[in-house]
């Protein structure tokens, strides 16, 4: 099956995504997906009829490309983006919105945690005081990125020739002195192996995911 419809707790993360969105009061939703996603493609058509979706089927040859077309759908407005393999309590997420709108306007607003069980995790050194991100790619700053973005309505370009991977442009957005803050978000899992989906079913987040969407 397409990763998206991969199941935590009984639902597929896909469906955990759009929870958290609706949640959020977000109901226009653009979607990127790879070519070999008519099984995903096929759920969203039957369960996310309440939702505006925007739906690009495209197979990308980065992380940057897939980031960089949906950025480019939401142009013209502060747009939230996420990865379908990031999973989290709804309450989580939705602090973590409401929160991102107390930084100035204009800065790129990143989701972090302190969970950090990846293979190639993306460490962020954070100001404390401040909530500004000094570094990224600095080796066990007791912080990774999330797989959650806040953009603004005006984008910050980077050069014309692109990037290979989307830490290589958020790299490149912390060292040009770009405003880039950052927010811890409690309990966070990247859903990369089938361990990871028992250990966020173990987790605490699973009965409050659970409580909230009641």
Request: proline fraction near 5%.
């Amino acid at each position: 099956m397409s990763k998206p419809l991969v199941e935590v707790s009984g639902r597929p993360l896909i469906a955990h995504a759009l929870d958290r969105f609706r949640a959020s009061g977000i109901r226009k939703i653009s979607i990127i997906i790879n070519e070999d996603s008519a099984d995903c493609q096929r759920w969203l058509a039957a369960q996310a009829g309440d939702l505006e979706l925007d739906l690009v089927v495209r197979t990308t040859p980065s992380s940057y490309v897939s980031f960089q077309i949906v950025a480019d759908r939401l142009a013209g407005a502060p747009a939230l983006v996420t990865t379908v393999d990031s999973i989290m309590p709804v309450d989580s997420f939705r602090r973590f919105v409401e929160a991102s709108a107390g930084f100035p306007q204009g800065g790129v607003v990143l989701g972090l945690t302190d969970h950090v069980d990846d293979e190639k995790p993306l460490w962020a050194s954070l100001d404390s005081a401040g909530g500004r991100v000094r570094k990224l790619g600095a080796s066990d700053s007791g912080l990774v990125t999330a797989g959650v973005y806040v953009l603004p309505a005006r984008r910050p370009a980077g050069p014309a020739a692109g990037f290979a991977r989307l830490r290589d442009y958020l790299g490149w957005l912390v060292e040009s002195g770009y405003p880039v803050y950052g927010i811890v978000i409690e309990d966070v899992f990247d859903i990369d192996r089938a361990r990871d989906i028992a250990e966020a079913e173990r987790a605490e987040w699973a009965s409050k995911t659970r409580s909230d969407s009641r």
